[in-house]
Protein backbone atom coordinates (compact mmCIF):
# COMPACT_ATOMS: atom_id res chain seq x y z
CA UNK A 1 0.00 0.00 0.00
CA UNK A 2 1.42 3.18 -0.98
CA UNK A 3 -0.54 6.29 0.37
CA UNK A 4 0.52 9.47 -0.58
CA UNK A 5 -2.29 11.39 0.78
CA UNK A 6 -1.31 11.40 4.61
CA UNK A 7 -2.28 14.22 6.05
CA UNK A 8 -4.48 13.23 9.56
CA UNK A 9 -3.31 10.45 11.32
CA UNK A 10 -6.56 9.04 12.43
CA UNK A 11 -7.00 8.70 8.92
CA UNK A 12 -3.61 7.06 8.08
CA UNK A 13 -4.69 4.76 11.27
CA UNK A 14 -7.94 3.60 10.23
CA UNK A 15 -6.73 2.29 6.49
CA UNK A 16 -3.98 0.88 8.37
CA UNK A 17 -6.29 -1.21 10.45
CA UNK A 18 -8.21 -2.41 7.38
CA UNK A 19 -5.22 -3.09 4.93
CA UNK A 20 -3.72 -5.28 8.33
CA UNK A 21 -4.38 -8.29 7.32
CA UNK A 22 -3.08 -8.31 4.41
CA UNK A 23 -0.73 -5.19 3.37
CA UNK A 24 2.75 -6.63 3.43
CA UNK A 25 4.50 -2.94 3.27
CA UNK A 26 2.43 0.92 4.29
CA UNK A 27 4.23 3.29 2.96
CA UNK A 28 3.46 7.05 4.47
CA UNK A 29 4.78 9.05 2.01
CA UNK A 30 5.90 12.06 4.49
CA UNK A 31 8.30 15.23 4.36
CA UNK A 32 11.29 16.64 5.60
CA UNK A 33 9.33 19.09 7.01
CA UNK A 34 8.46 16.38 10.01
CA UNK A 35 11.73 17.72 11.44
CA UNK A 36 11.31 20.37 14.16
CA UNK A 37 15.41 21.57 13.21
CA UNK A 38 16.27 23.01 10.23
CA UNK A 39 19.91 24.28 11.64
CA UNK A 40 21.86 21.11 11.83
CA UNK A 41 23.95 20.19 7.94
CA UNK A 42 24.11 16.22 7.69
CA UNK A 43 21.56 15.65 9.98
CA UNK A 44 19.94 12.01 9.28
CA UNK A 45 16.37 11.02 10.15
CA UNK A 46 17.03 10.52 13.84
CA UNK A 47 16.91 14.06 13.98
CA UNK A 48 14.62 15.62 16.34
CA UNK A 49 10.86 15.95 15.18
CA UNK A 50 7.77 18.69 15.23
CA UNK A 51 5.25 17.94 17.76
CA UNK A 52 1.84 19.05 18.44
CA UNK A 53 -0.63 19.26 21.40
CA UNK A 54 -3.09 16.29 21.75
CA UNK A 55 -5.73 19.03 22.03
CA UNK A 56 -4.56 20.81 18.38
CA UNK A 57 -4.18 17.46 16.78
CA UNK A 58 -7.61 16.42 17.94
CA UNK A 59 -9.36 19.71 15.80
CA UNK A 60 -7.71 18.58 12.55
CA UNK A 61 -9.87 16.89 10.88
CA UNK A 62 -8.96 17.59 7.53
CA UNK A 63 -5.86 18.07 4.86
CA UNK A 64 -7.64 21.36 4.46
CA UNK A 65 -7.04 22.20 8.37
CA UNK A 66 -2.84 21.28 8.47
CA UNK A 67 -1.40 24.91 7.71
CA UNK A 68 1.22 25.33 9.85
CA UNK A 69 0.91 22.28 11.90
CA UNK A 70 1.92 20.25 8.02
CA UNK A 71 5.24 18.92 9.61
CA UNK A 72 4.44 17.77 13.02
CA UNK A 73 0.65 15.59 11.58
CA UNK A 74 3.06 14.18 8.65
CA UNK A 75 5.20 12.93 12.09
CA UNK A 76 2.05 11.97 13.27
CA UNK A 77 1.08 10.18 10.44
CA UNK A 78 4.23 8.02 10.20
CA UNK A 79 3.45 6.64 14.04
CA UNK A 80 -0.04 6.51 14.03
CA UNK A 81 0.69 3.58 10.78
CA UNK A 82 3.56 2.21 12.64
CA UNK A 83 1.52 1.52 16.03
CA UNK A 84 -1.31 -0.57 13.78
CA UNK A 85 1.41 -2.44 11.69
CA UNK A 86 4.97 -2.15 13.74
CA UNK A 87 7.64 -2.71 11.55
CA UNK A 88 5.90 -2.94 8.27
CA UNK A 89 5.90 0.82 7.75
CA UNK A 90 7.90 2.84 4.99
CA UNK A 91 7.89 6.52 5.58
CA UNK A 92 10.47 8.09 2.45
CA UNK A 93 10.65 11.82 3.58
CA UNK A 94 11.17 13.95 0.42
CA UNK A 95 11.90 18.07 0.27
CA UNK A 96 11.21 19.20 -3.05
CA UNK A 97 9.42 17.09 -5.54
CA UNK A 98 9.82 18.09 -9.05
CA UNK A 99 9.55 16.62 -12.67
CA UNK A 100 6.81 16.69 -14.72
CA UNK A 101 3.39 16.78 -14.48
CA UNK A 102 4.14 19.10 -11.50
CA UNK A 103 1.82 22.69 -11.59
CA UNK A 104 2.71 24.06 -7.95
CA UNK A 105 5.53 25.90 -9.61
CA UNK A 106 7.94 25.39 -7.28
CA UNK A 107 10.75 24.33 -9.45
CA UNK A 108 9.50 24.16 -12.89
CA UNK A 109 10.29 27.92 -12.82
CA UNK A 110 14.14 27.29 -14.00
CA UNK A 111 13.27 25.51 -16.84
CA UNK A 112 10.17 27.20 -18.15
CA UNK A 113 12.16 30.55 -17.78
CA UNK A 114 15.15 29.24 -19.14
CA UNK A 115 13.56 28.56 -22.21
CA UNK A 116 11.93 31.93 -22.55
CA UNK A 117 15.64 33.39 -23.28
CA UNK A 118 17.39 36.65 -22.54
CA UNK A 119 19.16 37.46 -19.36
CA UNK A 120 17.75 35.32 -16.18
CA UNK A 121 17.81 36.02 -12.60
CA UNK A 122 20.21 33.82 -10.87
CA UNK A 123 20.00 34.33 -7.04
CA UNK A 124 22.57 34.48 -4.53
CA UNK A 125 26.13 32.41 -5.31
CA UNK A 126 26.04 29.00 -7.59
CA UNK A 127 27.44 27.02 -4.61
CA UNK A 128 24.32 27.72 -2.63
CA UNK A 129 23.03 24.46 -1.49
CA UNK A 130 19.52 22.88 -2.34
CA UNK A 131 18.24 18.98 -2.46
CA UNK A 132 15.38 17.66 -4.66
CA UNK A 133 13.88 15.01 -6.33
CA UNK A 134 12.34 13.67 -9.35
CA UNK A 135 9.35 12.21 -8.96
CA UNK A 136 10.01 9.25 -10.95
CA UNK A 137 13.23 8.69 -8.98
CA UNK A 138 11.06 8.89 -5.58
CA UNK A 139 8.37 6.50 -7.39
CA UNK A 140 11.65 3.79 -8.33
CA UNK A 141 13.01 4.32 -5.02
CA UNK A 142 9.55 3.49 -3.01
CA UNK A 143 9.36 0.48 -5.33
CA UNK A 144 12.70 -0.94 -4.69
CA UNK A 145 11.88 -0.18 -0.98
CA UNK A 146 9.19 -1.96 -0.85
CA UNK A 147 10.46 -5.26 -2.80
CA UNK A 148 13.58 -5.21 -0.15
CA UNK A 149 11.02 -5.20 2.55
CA UNK A 150 12.42 -2.32 4.38
CA UNK A 151 10.71 -0.32 7.18
CA UNK A 152 11.28 3.21 8.70
CA UNK A 153 12.20 6.88 7.45
CA UNK A 154 13.99 7.53 4.63
CA UNK A 155 15.44 10.76 3.21
CA UNK A 156 14.35 10.91 -0.22
CA UNK A 157 16.63 13.49 -2.24
CA UNK A 158 19.85 14.14 -3.84
CA UNK A 159 22.65 13.65 -1.65
CA UNK A 160 24.50 16.98 -0.07
CA UNK A 161 26.67 18.68 -1.90
CA UNK A 162 26.07 17.22 -5.43
CA UNK A 163 23.48 19.90 -6.38
CA UNK A 164 22.79 23.46 -6.09
CA UNK A 165 21.33 26.69 -7.24
CA UNK A 166 24.15 26.75 -9.79
CA UNK A 167 23.48 23.29 -11.25
CA UNK A 168 19.93 23.80 -11.33
CA UNK A 169 20.14 27.59 -13.46
CA UNK A 170 23.28 25.87 -15.67
CA UNK A 171 21.07 22.15 -16.22
CA UNK A 172 17.70 24.61 -17.21
CA UNK A 173 19.59 26.37 -19.40
CA UNK A 174 21.21 23.53 -21.56
CA UNK A 175 17.86 21.73 -20.81
CA UNK A 176 16.32 24.61 -22.52
CA UNK A 177 18.67 25.30 -25.29
CA UNK A 178 17.45 28.96 -25.83
CA UNK A 179 20.82 30.65 -24.81
CA UNK A 180 19.80 32.08 -22.26
CA UNK A 181 22.27 33.73 -20.22
CA UNK A 182 22.67 34.07 -15.93
CA UNK A 183 22.75 37.10 -14.54
CA UNK A 184 23.91 36.26 -10.34
CA UNK A 185 22.74 38.69 -7.86
CA UNK A 186 23.11 38.66 -4.43
CA UNK A 187 20.70 37.92 -1.82
CA UNK A 188 20.93 40.98 -0.33
CA UNK A 189 20.07 43.22 -3.27
CA UNK A 190 17.52 40.63 -4.12
CA UNK A 191 15.93 41.50 -1.38
CA UNK A 192 15.97 44.97 -1.16
CA UNK A 193 14.07 44.35 -4.30
CA UNK A 194 11.59 42.68 -2.55
CA UNK A 195 12.57 39.24 -4.78
CA UNK A 196 11.10 36.73 -1.79
CA UNK A 197 13.59 33.13 -1.52
CA UNK A 198 11.82 30.08 -2.35
CA UNK A 199 8.31 31.98 -3.40
CA UNK A 200 9.98 34.20 -6.28
CA UNK A 201 13.40 31.67 -6.85
CA UNK A 202 12.01 28.48 -6.22
CA UNK A 203 14.05 25.89 -4.65
CA UNK A 204 16.23 28.31 -3.16
CA UNK A 205 17.38 29.64 0.33
CA UNK A 206 20.54 32.06 0.82
CA UNK A 207 22.64 29.81 3.38
CA UNK A 208 22.62 32.87 5.76
CA UNK A 209 18.66 32.56 6.19
CA UNK A 210 18.48 32.26 9.98
CA UNK A 211 17.53 29.09 11.11
CA UNK A 212 18.42 27.01 8.04
CA UNK A 213 21.78 26.24 8.21
CA UNK A 214 20.82 22.71 7.12
CA UNK A 215 18.66 23.51 4.53
CA UNK A 216 20.20 21.51 1.48
CA UNK A 217 22.35 19.76 3.77
CA UNK A 218 20.42 16.84 5.28
CA UNK A 219 21.66 13.65 4.90
CA UNK A 220 20.55 11.16 2.68
CA UNK A 221 23.09 7.92 3.45
CA UNK A 222 20.46 5.75 4.59
CA UNK A 223 18.43 5.86 0.92
CA UNK A 224 21.33 5.66 -0.80
CA UNK A 225 22.49 2.50 1.07
CA UNK A 226 19.02 1.28 -0.15
CA UNK A 227 19.19 2.24 -3.42
CA UNK A 228 18.09 5.62 -4.09
CA UNK A 229 19.77 7.17 -7.50
CA UNK A 230 18.72 10.38 -8.36
CA UNK A 231 18.91 11.97 -11.85
CA UNK A 232 20.96 14.86 -13.26
CA UNK A 233 19.02 18.11 -12.97
CA UNK A 234 19.01 18.72 -17.27
CA UNK A 235 16.77 15.61 -17.30
CA UNK A 236 14.55 16.69 -14.92
CA UNK A 237 14.45 19.73 -16.59
CA UNK A 238 14.07 18.63 -20.33
CA UNK A 239 11.33 16.50 -19.00
CA UNK A 240 9.27 19.37 -17.53
CA UNK A 241 9.89 21.30 -20.68
CA UNK A 242 7.81 18.58 -22.62
CA UNK A 243 5.56 18.67 -20.30
CA UNK A 244 4.66 22.42 -20.41
CA UNK A 245 5.16 22.15 -24.35
CA UNK A 246 2.28 18.70 -24.58
CA UNK A 247 -0.13 19.15 -21.82
CA UNK A 248 -2.36 22.33 -23.10
CA UNK A 249 -2.98 20.25 -25.99
CA UNK A 250 -3.99 17.41 -24.36
CA UNK A 251 -6.57 19.45 -22.15
CA UNK A 252 -7.85 22.15 -24.68
CA UNK A 253 -11.48 21.67 -25.14
CA UNK A 254 -11.92 20.91 -21.28
CA UNK A 255 -14.96 23.34 -19.73
CA UNK A 256 -13.04 25.89 -17.82
CA UNK A 257 -9.30 25.14 -19.12
CA UNK A 258 -7.43 28.43 -19.09
CA UNK A 259 -4.23 27.79 -21.30
CA UNK A 260 -2.90 30.94 -20.23
CA UNK A 261 -3.68 31.09 -16.35
CA UNK A 262 -2.40 27.29 -16.55
CA UNK A 263 0.97 28.09 -18.01
CA UNK A 264 1.41 30.56 -15.64
CA UNK A 265 0.81 28.43 -12.67
CA UNK A 266 3.12 25.80 -14.25
CA UNK A 267 5.87 28.62 -14.81
CA UNK A 268 5.77 30.15 -10.95
CA UNK A 269 8.31 32.23 -9.46
CA UNK A 270 9.30 35.51 -10.41
CA UNK A 271 7.03 37.25 -12.86
CA UNK A 272 8.78 38.43 -16.20
CA UNK A 273 7.76 42.33 -15.89
CA UNK A 274 9.03 41.85 -12.69
CA UNK A 275 12.27 40.56 -13.10
CA UNK A 276 12.91 43.17 -16.16
CA UNK A 277 12.94 45.77 -13.14
CA UNK A 278 14.97 43.79 -10.58
CA UNK A 279 17.91 43.18 -13.80
CA UNK A 280 17.64 46.94 -14.51
CA UNK A 281 18.11 47.80 -11.05
CA UNK A 282 20.79 45.89 -10.69
CA UNK A 283 22.68 46.90 -13.57
CA UNK A 284 22.29 50.54 -12.31
CA UNK A 285 23.49 49.65 -9.37
CA UNK A 286 26.19 48.49 -10.54
CA UNK A 287 26.55 51.40 -12.91
CA UNK A 288 26.49 53.80 -10.26
CA UNK A 289 29.12 51.85 -8.35
CA UNK A 290 31.40 51.89 -11.36
CA UNK A 291 30.86 55.77 -11.75
CA UNK A 292 31.79 55.82 -7.82
CA UNK A 293 35.29 54.09 -8.22
CA UNK A 294 35.92 56.20 -11.79
CA UNK A 295 36.29 59.58 -9.44
Known sequence: MIDTFTYVPGVVAAAARVLQPAVGRYVVVSTTSVYADNNTPHMDESGPLETISDEIAAGITSHRQVGQYYGAMKARCESAAEEILPGKVISPRPGLICGPRDTTGRFSYWPVRASEGGSMIAPGTP????????????????????????????????????????????????????????????????????????????????????????????????????????????????????????????????????????????????PAAEEARVLAAWRDDNADRGDKADR
Open 127 to 270: TDPIQIIDVRDLARFINRLIEDNASGPFNAFTPAGRESIGSVVRGSIAAAGAGTAAEWIPADFLASQGVQPWQHMPAWLPPTTPGYAGFGRLSSARSEKAGLSCRPIEATARAILEYYASRPAELEGRDGFDVDAWRTRVRGGL
